[in-house]
């Protein structure tokens, strides 16, 4: 298994760039920032973002789902702006760097 570090940079696809607002691209890595805090369940090198909206009490949402398949590891976030927005992020560590990219870019 490969493990996730940090490398030296961070980069966004022009998908990324064009689709995700710029807040919300800092939030998401926040939330890798998080996860790579969290050392009770090592993460993986390939970290996979699922936004969708949904409308709960008459609410809009973005549901934002952090998930990983080795080892197994899957958190939820939501967010009351952004809510249009239905795209599937992965995040890869190249060791050397880790790119933020649209699952269709890949």
Sequence with gaps: MKVF??????????????????VLVMY????????KANKEVPMD?????ELRPEIKDNEKNLIITLRQEQPTYEEV?????FVNIK???Y????????????AEEY
């Design 5 to 22: 570090k940090i490398g030296k940079g961070r980069f966004i696809t022009r998908g990324i760039r064009e689709n995700i607002p710029a």
């Design 28 to 35: 998401l890595w926040a939330l890798i920032d998080e996860r």
């Design 45 to 49: 090198y390939l970290q996979v973002l």
């Design 77 to 81: 976030h939501s967010l009351t702006k």
């Design 87 to 89: 795209e599937k992020i």
């Design 91 to 102: 995040v890869i560590d190249d060791i050397d760097y880790v790119t933020m990219m649209l």
